[in-house]
């Protein structure tokens, strides 16, 4: 009797080493389960790129209007000239919060021509409230889908780890139905497995660096926005009182 089993545990030997290990090869030959998280995991580093890119671009224009505005601000020309000048163009958030403290104005001036203290102090309370809402709504322009980040960072090796642990039980599962064990038949199997939690380090990585600094970015803007809602309080207060 012929013993075809070593001939076939060869075979198969020869046939898995022949494999394409190229990352498209471990690709193809990966399990389904492994290939949708490699395709999850491949899209949320596309859209991560997508969002650094964006938001880098949108944080660099943002702070560029709003320099040459603080500029114009602080150039000792009249506000209410100013006013009109932007009025309808405002480009960035600090002239936007301008713009809405000027209309502010502009309701206060053209009410009752009996003015005491108390609605004094009501106007300055609403523009207070103005001014705090309208940095809210900013901010929350600039951070959307800067979330998005955190979670990709928080969440992709873990996704990728979940890839490669089902990858390599697929693998042993494969391993003890052909009952061949040698380094040939194991490695592609775990390579393709490996290949799940490198894709899941690689999305988490620049997702994280890019958050913290548009985070930090962002957090300076604030105090920059705060600074400017505090100095221009005082600046309507002074107009207010002729002072």
């Known amino acids: 009797m012929v013993d075809t089993s070593s001939g076939e545990v060869l075979a198969q030997s020869l046939e898995v080493a022949s494999r394409d290990i190229s990352m498209w090869g471990l690709f193809l030959h990966a399990d389904f389960f492994v290939q949708a998280i490699i395709l999850v995991l491949l899209g949320a580093s596309f859209w991560c790129w997508s969002i650094i890119y964006a938001k880098l671009m949108q944080l660099g224009t943002v702070q560029k209007h709003s320099k040459a505005f603080e500029k114009a601000f602080w150039s000792g020309h009249s506000l209410d000239d100013l006013y009109k000048d932007i009025r309808y163009k405002a480009q960035d958030p600090m002239a936007r919060m301008f713009v809405a403290a000027m ?4 309701d206060y001036s ?20 103005v001014l705090a809402n309208c940095q809210t709504v900013e901010m929350e322009k600039l951070e959307e889908h800067t979330g998005f980040l955190a979670t990709v960072g ?10 490669t642990v089902w990858g390599i039980m697929h693998s042993f599962q ?18 393709e497995a490996l290949f799940a ?14 958050y ?24 309507m207060s002074r107009k207010l009182y002729g002072a």
């Open 197 to 210: 939690t490198a894709l899941g380090l690689i999305a988490a990585i620049p997702a994280v660096m890019a």
């Open 110 to 129: 053209k009410g009752a021509a009996s003015k005491d203290d108390a609605r004094k102090q009501n106007f300055l309370d609403r523009i207070d409230r």
């Open 174 to 191: 494969s391993i003890a139905a052909s009952k061949n064990t040698s380094l040939a038949v194991v490695a592609p199997g775990i390579a």
């Open 212 to 235: 913290n600094k548009i985070s930090s970015r962002l957090s300076k803007y604030a105090m920059t926005l705060e600074n400017f809602s505090n100095e221009l309080h005082t600046l």
């Open 103 to 106: 209309q502010e104005w502009g």
């Open 154 to 163: 928080s969440s992709a090796p873990f996704v990728g780890l979940l890839g």
